[in-house]
């Protein structure tokens, strides 16, 4: 099951940083082990009540002119309206209701996504609930008081939210088709890809970058079988700034990688793999998604014997952090090699889903730790008892060990390439979850 999106929209100083970060806590700030996996701080995990989601910072606006701010907001309206499940609407109690305000609302009203309605910086209930009234005017429900700095009120914030998702998941459950991402910078060609899948231009395909407007579902059959392609372009504006089409085109892609099971993430042969699709890439290894390395444009490479192994290992370099992805070389101008690439889907959908009995498990550790003694810390040396899988996509094992602190990261990789070895587990994460039980048990 993806993950719902919420989005939080409002004017400049209203306080949407404060309650991103109040929500999403340390999880914003953790930097992973994983080299090159940088953490944008424009998308966060947030669990509240067992129930998690993803929430986005629509962020981004400068207060210049009011003129300027009314657009920003309206642009960040639309892309909330666009790639949200729901919408937090943020206000602010002590400016009062303005007309950027209202403007806002009447997009959000009109858009039937469910929108919570927050009144931010009630820091005292009592002196400010008369001017929460005032945003009954705005038409779209009950305000929510909450002070984002005090962290007061967001239970009943979040309970309204959460509340909204119940229905959004019970109209994915019923399409069992695998859903396929397709990410990568703006112009490598994610729009010719799917036209030539469909065999309709669907999707406006020009040199220039971001001209596709929305992500787009295309249904694809292949070989009989049906699979539905996310295209992730969606890049509003061509006069914003550098930073703005970035940010956007990451919030497009964290909403797709949301929803898919496999994530193509696309290269320019001409270009190389650069540190934006490292970001990209970053994404999808993050949320434990198959992931498929598509490097298009190789009809317009000169090739000699060598060129496909230097490209191989560029790659593999800049993305060290996933040596599990698959790397297929295509053309989406010319058709080449696509039925390759849908081998590799199919094969790490399979991959995704594969399940290893514990007794198996068990004597790939054993052989594992007879070949490689655990690491130790001062004389207490790491015990492993047991290992066994407890889900799918991606496939997640927990290892019981006698102390979590022993349990280093490099000797994890080193039991994951064990069974790698044995499985094989192509193109898909594997997710190891460490727990401890003392020596009676």
């Known amino acids: 099951m993806s993950k719902p999106i919420v989005a939080i929209v409002g004017r400049p100083n209203v306080g949407k940083s404060t309650l991103f970060n109040a929500l999403a806590g340390e999880n914003i700030s953790i930097v992973k082990d994983t080299p090159g996996v940088t953490r944008d701080r424009i998308y966060a995990d947030v669990e509240w009540l067992n129930i998690s989601f993803t929430m986005i910072d629509t962020g981004g606006i400068e207060p210049d002119s009011s003129d300027v701010i009314l ?3 309206r642009e960040q309206a639309q892309i909330a309206i666009d790639t949200a499940d729901v919408i937090i609407f943020m206000v602010d109690c002590k400016q009062g209701l303005v007309d950027a305000d209202s403007k806002v609302a009447d997009m959000l009203r009109r858009s039937h996504k469910p929108v919570v309605l927050v009144v931010n910086k009630v820091d005292s209930y009592e002196k400010y609930i008369a001017d929460v009234y005032e945003f009954y005017n705005l038409g779209i429900g009950d305000p929510y ?37 397709i990410v990568g910078k703006p112009n490598v060609g994610k729009s010719s890809l799917i036209n030539r899948l469909i065999g309709e231009n669907r999707l406006i395909v020009s040199d220039i970058a971001g001209t596709t407007r929305d992500a787009v579902d295309a249904d694809v059959t292949w070989n009989g079988r049906e699979y539905v392609f996310i295209d992730t372009a969606g890049l509003r504006r061509k006069n914003k700034i550098k930073e703005d089409l970035e940010r956007y085109s990451i919030i497009r892609t964290v909403t797709a990688v949301e929803r898919a099971d496999i994530v193509i993430l696309m290269i320019d042969a001409s270009e190389g793999v650069t540190e934006q699709d490292a970001k990209i890439a970053g994404i999808a290894h993050d949320r434990g998604k198959g992931i498929v390395i ?18 191989t290992n560029d790659i593999r370099q800049v993305l060290s952090y996933m ?14 090699r696509i039925p390759r690439l849908f081998e590799t889907i199919d094969m790490v959908i399979e991959n995704q889903s594969m399940r290893v009995a514990t007794g198996v498990l068990n004597e790939i550790m054993a052989e594992a730790v007879a070949m490689q003694q655990p690491p130790s810390d001062k004389g207490k040396r790491l015990r492993l008892y047991y290992i066994t899988q407890v889900s799918v996509k991606p496939p997640t094992f927990v290892i019981f060990v006698n102390d979590k602190q022993l349990m280093h990261f490099s000797y994890t990789r080193y039991l994951e390439n064990r069974i790698r070895d044995t499985f094989g587990f192509k193109g898909t994460s594997l997710k190891f979850i460490i727990r401890e039980r003392k020596e009676k048990e």
Do not use: C, H
Not at 300 to 308: G, M, P
């Open 294 to 311: 598509a490097v298009n444009k190789w009809d317009a490479i000169e090739k000699n014997d060598k060129t496909i192994y230097k490209y």
């Open 323 to 336: 040596p599990y992805a698959e790397i297929v070389f295509i053309s989406a101008q010319t058709g080449q």
């Open 71 to 73: 657009s920003q907001m």
């Open 145 to 181: 008081p909450i002070s984002a700095g005090n962290r007061q009120g967001l239970g009943d914030m979040l309970d309204q939210v959460v509340s909204y998702f119940d229905n959004a998941e019970g109209e994915q459950e019923e399409d069992d088709r695998p859903r396929v991402a």
